[in-house]
């Protein structure tokens, strides 16, 4: 609608413009008047214009809202007049998947008609499997959810720790690594299993042996664990003792001595025991200090 009030001293001009949706409606009255005489142009059919103008506003619709789910098209957002019986077309908001209906809504008496679009919420499903890798989907797999991603014992995340489901899909990105501890220690006057380039990765063994005379003192062995870290320290080598028997002049034998003669004892005194146990049997052996009694004396005696 515009209104333009313009003079020029002796005439007066009062055009009023109604513009709606491409359909245009112009009242122009003129009032002139003369110094001598009036001359009036008829005013009814600008009234009348008017009412048909503030009527019309009145019908139109106001611009339609979208829900959480449900939005304008592109179209619908570049209108500004709803004048009745304009048509807006709704769509499924990002994320949303349509379900059922139409998404067409009319202006009617003032009022848009009720919507049948049905939009349900993107379902992402479980995430790809990766090697070493689990998710926790127990927050859900639909537009908008987090999950958690962890690795299995022995390997540790590179990049995002979570995954969050969007209308492409699910975001973020990540792997799980082998841990690797640092490359192992060498040991003086010893060797050590490991020679790669790489460090040694979860689970790996390096395995520690000494030179000759040398003894190993600590485990012969350790192993990276799951913390990037050796289960033990490495090992020692150390020098085996070395003696010199012909400068050992204070050797001392008697234990040695002692052992003997106590052994040779224990033998007499075993050996003693057996005889004497031989001799009762046969029954040779003097009770109380008398002389042995032979079996074939002791017949005679009876007879």
Known sequence: MSLDLSGDGHYGRLRLAVSHSGTAWK?????????????TRSMPSFFFLLTLWVLKASADCPKPQGLENIVLTYEALLMNDFPEGTIVILECANGYLLESGSGVITCTDDNWTHPDLQCKKKDCGPPRPQPHMSFN???????????????????????????????????????????TCEKPPEVTNGRRSWDAHDDPKYGEEILYSCDVGHTLVGPDRIMCNEDGE?????????EKPTVDVKNNTNTDYTAVIL????????ACIVVLFIHKYHLRRKGTVPMNGAAPISRRESGNHEG
């Open 27 to 39: 009242a122009a009255m003129d009032v002139s008047q003369e110094t001598c005489g009036a001359r």
């Open 137 to 179: 989907i127990s927050a859900g797999t639909l537009f908008g959810d987090i999950i958690r991603v962890t690795c299995d014992k022995g390997y540790q995340i590179s990049g995002s720790s979570y995954k969050q489901c969007y209308s492409t899909g699910w975001s973020g990105r990540s792997k799980c690594e082998i841990i």
């Open 230 to 238: 050796y289960n033990s320290p490495p090992p020692l080598c150390s």
């Open 259 to 266: 052992s003997v003669i106590g052994v040779a004892l224990v």
